[in-house]
């Protein structure tokens, strides 16, 4: 074998030994840096390749030693640049590499309030222009706030276990049927003046249909202070009702009873589909009903020590459903409770 072979092999075996210490002292810090690494000892020019290429100079019965030199030196160097890779993710920064930060992001798609909610704030916001505070109060209430401090008897069927859900019995507690109990709470507090409304959620022991549910949203209203007479409580209405409805929208009130008020009325609007001409909507009588109201009953004030003879006081209660349901045309209240975005998403 040629000497002067030799002595190459042996400068090639030393040269090795020192790229693998700079192999092994290679830091990075950044993704350049990796790709410095990579193209250095690993590209097409690298050195891994060239120092592979000696491989045909050396003579033939050397080819096998020197190959497993070559080959463990290649290993080497490849597993290196796996390890620098990975340690380099690990900080994190790979995203650097793999991202392209100007993309635009993912869209988050904008939901819209639930129909209930806009007709709820349009109620709320009309009322506070004629000075109504809004007030709230718990959905679990005793039996005096919903029914007894209100003038519903011991025997009236409203607080039958087939209209009103019990929690518990004796004492009751219960799921409130209306908001007037948050009423009762205000009076129960405060002395008149009081002129508040209270929307909220109202429970009721109903099969739920169409035109049913086991619950459903009130806005009541309330105005006690000397000198309030049925002429405000109509004014007050109508207001409400031009400003929801329009201005050419009329209004009629018809005698009811409920055991709160003394007189009680229901009010009717004129039909907001034909204007009053008559058509499916109003059954061809030009009116649909709207809400239930009336003169604070006497009883009432005495039960909140509010004096009967020096003040006076109108009340009000409606569905927010029914309203929802003249403005928008929804015609099944199930939809209100069913999360259907294909419903949601028309409300905007
Ligand atoms: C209806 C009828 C009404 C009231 C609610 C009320 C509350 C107090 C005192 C007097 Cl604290 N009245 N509320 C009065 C008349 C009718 O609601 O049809 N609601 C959906």
Redesign the pocket.
Known sequence: MNLLYLRSMEELLKQIEVYKQEIAAYEISTADELENFRIKFLGTKGIVKSVMSEMKNVPLENKKEFGLILNAFKTYTEERFERLKESFSLNGQQTAVDIDWSLPGDPVPVGTRHPLSIVRNQMVFIFKCLGFAVAEGPEIEDDWHNFTA?NLPENHPARDMQDTFYLNKNPDYLLRT?T?SV??RV?EKQKPPIRVICPGRVYRNETISARAHCFFH?V?G?YVDENVSFADLKQTLYFFVKEMFGKDAKIRFRPSY?P??EP?AEMDISCTVCGGKGCSLCKYTGWVEI????M?HPK?LENFKIDPGKYTGF?????VERICQLKFRVNDLRLYSQNDIRFLRQFT
């Open positions: 209100l209306h007037s009423q009762a009076m009130q009541e309330l409920f709160f008020t009680s809400l239930g109201c009336g604070v009432l009340a009000f209660g409606m569905g």
